[in-house]
Every structure is written in C-alpha cells, then in structure tokens.
C-alpha cells in the first residue's frame, strides 16, 4: 500500500512541479501527503520490506550483477534483491531530501534554523537537481520491471498482491505481512511526527 501511495504522489509532485505549479495549493498538499508517507516508510514495513531483510553489503550486489551479465540465472527470493534494495534506499533518501527543501521553498518550515543560512541559497538548487535524480531512478526502476516482466517474473502483479508465484521463486518461504494494528499505529506516529516537525522547524 506504501508503495502505490507513493508512486501516485510521486509522479503528482513531478507533473506540477515541472509544469510551474510548485506553489499552488494541490502541489503544497500533495507534499505534505508524501513527507507523512515517507516517514510512515521508514518507521514501518512488513518483514520483507525492512531494511535489514534487503539490504545487502557491495560484495552481495556485486556478485548479483555479476551473475547477471554472465548469464547465470540468479536467485529469486521473497523481496527486494541486492540491486533493487540499494535503488529502494536511493530513492527513499533522494525524497527525503525532496520534502525537506520542498516544505523550506513552500514556507511550511524553515530549515536555516538547524542548517544556517547558507543552506537557503541551495535549498531551490537541490530542489530541482534532486527531481532530476527522482526520474532518472524511476526510469532505471522502470527498465528493470520490463526486464524482468519479460524473464517471466511476475513482478507487478507481485506488488499489488504481495505475493509472487510459489514458480518464480527459488524457496517456499511466503512473506510474512505486518499486522493491521501495527500499521494503524506507525501511520499515527508518522502524521504525529510531522505536525511536530511544522511546529518546531517554523
């Protein structure tokens, strides 16, 4: 669910704030939806979407792709591979750094405050390099999907349901999902988290 949310707000920001509408309300409310979903994020996820289960050292991804340009057929397991986790934790990153510069040029909080002033003069810079980076990843994340779609792994129907076919991957093992009240309760913290972020960095 975390993941559609973000992809739609996602592309949403993209569209208006390319088209020159970073400062109307829709833009400015999309934003605010997106930093709560980003820290939802990083607070919460089921067993396979932590951040211990998928991400892996250099040595690990190396070896992935390794094995991919050899043409040895790689391990399908339940979650992110080496590769894909590394492109999570870009992305995750990147739109932190997105909301963070977005809410300082929209006024919602001020981050010269913590940073110093300097950091004002680069906010708009980092701003519009940062969504340039956003796209670049979205496409490579894109390309890979095709590939993969194409290998006959079934990934977006796996990211709608959660769950690959017992053919496509090389282990039984089904993923283990968080519970509802879990997720209630990390959504909560993360809106909380925000307000008091408005509140104190203004």
């Known amino acids: 669910m975390n993941h559609w949310l973000l992809a739609v707000l996602v592309w949403a920001l993209l569209i208006s704030g390319f088209a020159g509408l970073g400062d109307r309300p829709p833009h400015m409310v999309a934003r605010l939806l997106l930093t709560c979903a980003i820290v939802w994020r990083w607070l919460w996820g089921s067993h396979t979407a932590r951040f211990s289960q998928f991400v892996k050292g250099p040595v ?3 070896h992935y792709f390794c094995a ?20 999570v934790m870009a992305m995750l990153m990147l739109l932190t750094c997105q909301v963070i510069t977005g809410m300082h040029l929209g006024g919602i909080i001020d981050i010269t405050i913590i940073a110093g002033s300097a950091v004002d003069k680069l906010a708009g810079v980092t701003h519009g390099v940062v969504a340039c980076l956003l796209v670049f990843c979205i496409a490579v994340h894109l390309i ?19 769950r690959l076919d017992s053919s496509d991957i090389s282990s039984n093992r089904e993923p283990v999902f968080a519970s509802n009240i879990k997720v209630i309760i990390t959504l909560v913290v993360a809106l909380g988290l925000v307000g008091l972020l408005i509140l104190t960095i203004n």
């Open 60 to 62: 690990a991804v190396f």
């Open 68 to 87: 991919i340009f050899s043409g040895n057929k790689t391990k399908v397991t339940v979650g992110h591979n080496p590769a894909g986790g590394w492109m």
């Open 144 to 162: 890979a999907i095709t590939v993969y779609q194409l290998k006959g792994l079934r990934l977006v129907r796996a990211m709608v349901t959660g």
